[in-house]
Nanobody
Framework: QVQLAESGGGLVQAGGSLGLSCSAS????????MAWFRQAPGKEREFVAA????????YYLDSVKGRFTISRDAAKNTAYLQMNSLQPEDTAIYLC????????????????????WGQGTQVTVSS
């Protein structure tokens, strides 16, 4: 089993920055991909960013490219999401997710592809 735990959410003014962390514990060897999703009230869960654990290839939602950066520290079993130039529309609960299964094509954008999820952390951006 794998447990994921997010930290680092909070309240920030528009234009500000926040950094999120996702710590993985348990049987984490050979994790294939970790990702960040977000969910705003009344909306579906939305892909934000993903990173392949081996090699570090990253993928982003178009609207966050150039503002958000996903990274990982394999030795610490931790993934990060650095969010800059935050806007009110970025307000949501941010959740990290992980999978051991290889993902093909754009499979990384689909929540159903991830077996492991954290509880989420609230990010609120005020205007």
């Amino acid at each position: 089993q794998v447990q994921l735990a997010e930290s680092g959410g909070g309240l920030v003014q528009a234009g500000g920055s926040l950094g999120l962390s996702c710590s993985a514990s348990g049987r984490t060897n050979n994790m294939y991909t970790m990702a960040w999703f977000r969910q705003a009230p009344g909306k579906e869960r939305e892909f934000v960013a993903a990173i392949r654990w081996s090699g570090g290839t990253s993928y982003y939602l178009d609207s966050v490219k150039g503002r958000f950066t996903i990274s990982r520290d394999a030795a610490k079993n931790t993934a990060y999401l650095q969010m800059n130039s935050l806007q009110p529309e970025d307000t949501a609960i941010y959740l990290c997710a992980g999978t051991f299964r290889p993902l093909h094509g754009m499979g990384y954008i689909y929540p159903i592809e991830y077996a492991y999820w954290g509880q989420g952390t609230q990010v609120t951006v005020s205007s």
